[in-house]
């Protein structure tokens, strides 16, 4: 806790508590737990008070609406307008000489999250309440210290806010090019309709079977290594859409060496059997005699020169996520999964190796600018964090913040 002398939450704000029953002000804007995010200090959307049903509360601009349903999803905004929320959000005013926007910040504190988790009820909806987090202890920072900190961390807010909406940009880019790439080509040709959508003309159809040998992984069975000691062994949680996170990986205990074929080999396309099925990333190589989770379907080209699985793992991700083209893919059962037989049945668009390649190098540029900005996002993110742990430990002085140079 902090090294200065603390002060109560209760010191800082009050609680407000204006009811508003539904109906009594349709036109209103009204904010609900979905239009929070996360760690973020203003809100991700919102809509008319007209459609509501339940009672709700009133607020003011600089009062700071706090989630206290789950509250490690760390949800608290300052909000800039009038309006009325859910009850699931407590309505924080600033007490004079306090600055509302490092009220909300405040909030935001891992210190802070971990004391409110500390204090909730309920199994199937936790809650924390007002008569717990008013007790929360803070740093006592004079009003000129608090604007210093609340312009510091906004600063950092605005910059992370700036990185989601290039990277939502990139996005958008990365899906009208796939979309226009897998209907026409490199050529602008004609399209023809297929099994799996519209498709240039000259492109040809191949099942996955007779593109990549196909390989399940290895069943855990309760040989998960606890200690981060053994083989690195790759699940289904690592794999995003065109995208392995290796921050997670886990390991695990064998008894012998594992098939070769168990091992993953640069260039294999991982593809999800369950969850979001067809999910699909391909192995770079990170890291050496690395294993992969039964529960992922490893892709092993039968000829590399004539099938890259880059563009096969794009194709995918335009297949299953956007274009739907493999609907009822999936075997029917209570948790959808894509057997390997199934799988292997699949069509797939096979275009000459040379406009494969050239295909992948259009969507790579993309995906190093979305990949840019998510790195830059997650060190924004933990640049928060670190600034507010620090503060409310006293590792740091808010004289020695010094924003010009802390963003990157």
Known sequence: MAKTKPVRLADLCDLVAEPVKPGARPDALYLGLEH?????????????????????SAFQPGDVLYGKLRPYLDKSILASKVGVCTTELLVLRAKQDVDSRFLAALLHSPYFVEYA??????????????????????????????QKVAEMLWLVHEAISKSESLMEE???LKRAAMQTLFTRGLRGETRKETEIGPMPETWELESIGNAFHITQGLSLQGNLATDGKGTPFLRTSNVYWGRIELQSISHMHIRSDPPPEKLLN??????????????????????????????LHCLRPIDASRTDSWFVMAWLEEGFKHRNAYEGAGNRTTIPNLSRSRLAELAIPHPTPDEQREIVAILDAIDRKIEFHRRKRIVLDDLFKAVLHNLMTGEIRVGNLATATLIP
């Open 36 to 56: 929070l995010a996360p760690g973020r200090l203003t809100p991700i959307g919102s809509r008319s008070a007209s459609g509501v049903r339940s009672t709700s």
């Open 117 to 146: 988790v500390a204090g909730t009820t309920g199994v199937q909806h936790p809650r924390t309440s007002w008569t717990h987090i008013r007790e929360f202890e803070a740093p006592d920072l004079s009003p000129s210290d608090q």
């Open 170 to 172: 990139a996005k958008a």
């Open 266 to 295: 640069k260039g294999d396309l991982l593809v999800c059997e369950g969850g979001e099925i067809g999910r699909a990333a391909v192995w770079d190589g990170e890291i050496s005699h690395c294993l992969f989770q039964n529960h």
